[in-house]
Structures are given as structure tokens and as C-alpha cells.
């Protein structure tokens, strides 16, 4: 009954493949996000989606693409991935600003 | 835009200690602001929240005051324990339109027996 899931939580690779992470959140939330955390904790937002609806799209180059099949559903595709990547992504979900936002665990990804 | 200013860490303290870490915010408008605490290996927890000018957020023994005059949101306990040992980060939301939450540096905290 995990509330926003994501998977996988670890995620090795090589330069240049392509890789995907799913979240999935069971709290009914209208919106959901991806966060980019960096190895010095600076979280930076990516991507928001409402209602499976793209509402936030920050300086992110086009090798990310988020697909949301449903509104409890957003998932990050990343093509030709580049060291840089490496870092940790967070999805998280909310329903109204006031009362914050839910996070998954997190997904280490590491490129070498 | 709106930003978030923290004080860096590391932050060490003994056990019983008191602590304090500093949040100063830039906005327009009337945001909501919110602390969260990362503990290690794992995601972000709300901690506590205040949406409007003077509202305390608690939890856990911690507080914030939304202090507009000064923009400010400074955590506080009265007595830390070994474990709230984490990262805390303090965070803003945007006023209006959709909801765009954005966050500061994060402070680690360090508590020893």
C-alpha cells in the first residue's frame, strides 16, 4: 500500500542506452512531478503533469521524454544517456499546493 | 522568481542540543512553505507547513513560523535526538496558477551521542 511507487530503485548503465523509470501513486493526486537530485542533494524540478497533461517542462534537454498514461501514472524515458544523468530521480505526487507534495524512494541511476 | 535560501551545512550537534536552521525566502504573492526531511536512502517527508503570514507548522517537536515581515521560515526543536539525523530542505510553493514547489540547498544534520 506503498503510496508513490517507483521502480526501479536502482538503475546501472552504459552511455548511450536508453532507459526508462515508472512511478505509479495510489493517493487519487491530480498532478505529478519528476525531481532531478543531484550528488549535492540540489533537487531541481523536471517535469509536472496534471491530469495527464504536461504543465512544467523546465530547461530539460529532449533526450527526456515523460509519458503519463494516466493521471496515476508518470513515467521518464531517458534516450542516449550521458554521464551527467547520474543522479538520483524522484517522483512525487500532489493534490492541492497547501498541503505538499508525496515522494517515492527515489531511483539511483548511475551511467558509466 | 521565486527562490529559497538555506544555510549550508553540515550542522553537528550533541544530543539534547537545541537547534535552529535558517530559511529566507523571494516570492510574489502569498506562498506556502514547507520544510522536508530526508533521511538517508530514502525520499523526501513533509515535515511541517504554514499556507499564510504568522500560521506555526509542527511536528515531531519541530516548528516554523511563517514570518513575512522578514520572509522567513526558520526550523526549530528544542531538543534534538540521534534520530533526526537527515537532510532537511526547506521549500516554497508558488502562489497561484499550478502548483510549482521550489526548494533550497538542504542542510544535513549531524546528531551525536
Known amino acids: 500500500d506503498t503510496a508513490v511507487s517507483q521502480t526501479p530503485k536502482y538503475l546501472v548503465t552504459q552511455m548511450g542506452n536508453d532507459k526508462s523509470i515508472k512511478c505509479e501513486q495510489n493517493l487519487g493526486h491530480d498532478t505529478m512531478y519528476w525531481y532531478k537530485q543531484d550528488s549535492k542533494k540540489f533537487l531541481k524540478i523536471m517535469f509536472s503533469y496534471n491530469n495527464k497533461e504536461l504543465i512544467i517542462n523546465e530547461t530539460v534537454p529532449n533526450r527526456f521524454s515523460p509519458k503519463s498514461p494516466d493521471k496515476a501514472h508518470l513515467n521518464l524515458h531517458i534516450n542516449s544517456l550521458e554521464l551527467g544523468d547520474s543522479a538520483v530521480y524522484f517522483c512525487?505526487?500532489?493534490?492541492?499546493?497547501?498541503?505538499?507534495?508525496?515522494f517515492g524512494s527515489g531511483t539511483r541511476l548511475t551511467v558509466v | 522568481g521565486n527562490s529559497v535560501t538555506q544555510m549550508e551545512g553540515p550542522v553537528t550537534l550533541s544530543e539534547e542540543a537545541f537547534l535552529t536552521i535558517n530559511c529566507t525566502y523571494t516570492a510574489t504573492g502569498y506562498p506556502s512553505l514547507f520544510w522536508y526531511v530526508q533521511y538517508p536512502g530514502e525520499g523526501l517527508q513533509l515535515l511541517l507547513k504554514a499556507t499564510k503570514a504568522d500560521d506555526k507548522g509542527s511536528n515531531k517537536g519541530f516548528e516554523a513560523t511563517y514570518r513575512k515581515e522578514t520572509t522567513s521560515f526558520h526550523l526549530e526543536k528544542g531538543s534534538v535526538q540521534v534520530s533526526d539525523s537527515a537532510v532537511y530542505f526547506c521549500?516554497?510553493?508558488?502562489?497561484?496558477?499550478?502548483?510549482?514547489?521550489?526548494f533550497g540547498i538542504g542542510t544535513k544534520l549531524q546528531v551525536i551521542p
Open positions: 512525487a505526487s500532489s493534490q492541492i499546493q497547501a498541503d505538499g507534495y508525496t
Open positions: 521549500a516554497l510553493g508558488n502562489s497561484g496558477g499550478y502548483q510549482k514547489v521550489t
